[in-house]
């Protein structure tokens, strides 16, 4: 019985690994990143993030623009976004993590100087197994912000 148990675990894991990311390198790339001109301290950077490699986490990020970054989702409660902090994000294997104004983002925090539109910052993106990867981000304004809702 034992035999026959072990026998099935192997098929199952061999068919799960045809397709699974756990012993294959994920692949990241980032697309389409932005945050808006936000007059306070504070900013969301979006950004996509395709993994066409195996599973991956993004656990952080930082900044050059003298802030820190955290990792936000936003839940629904009873009708009212709200948003908490999160240790890290799972990019799944052939997946697409969509960081979208209404939705989980990266939260740039203490900021010394507000930023403005036309300009850009630098942010590291940290992984759980990619190397870390740097976005240029452009900083637009709030109303543009609107249309990324929309598409
Ligand atoms: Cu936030």
Do not use: K, W
Request: with cysteine; glycine share 8%; hydrophobic share 40%.
């Amino acid at each position: 019985m034992n035999a026959l148990r072990s026998a099935v675990a192997l098929t199952v894991s061999a068919l799960c690994c045809a397709g699974c990311g756990a012993d294959v390198e994920p692949h990241i790339t980032a697309s389409n990143p932005v945050v808006g001109a936000v007059p306070g301290d504070s900013a969301a950077v979006y950004v996509e993030l395709e993994n066409s490699g195996g599973d991956d986490a993004l656990i952080g990020a930082t900044c050059d623009c003298d802030a820190e970054i955290s990792l936000h989702v936003t839940e629904d409660l009873d009708g009212i976004s709200i948003m908490t902090g999160a240790d890290r994000l799972d990019v799944p294997t052939g997946s697409t993590l969509e960081l979208d104004p209404g939705g989980s983002h990266l939260m740039v925090q203490d900021l010394q100087s507000p930023l403005t539109a036309g300009s850009t910052i630098d942010i590291t993106l940290h992984f759980e197994r990619s190397e870390d990867l740097s976005v240029t981000v452009p900083v637009v304004p709030l109303e543009d912000l609107a249309e990324r809702i929309e598409n």
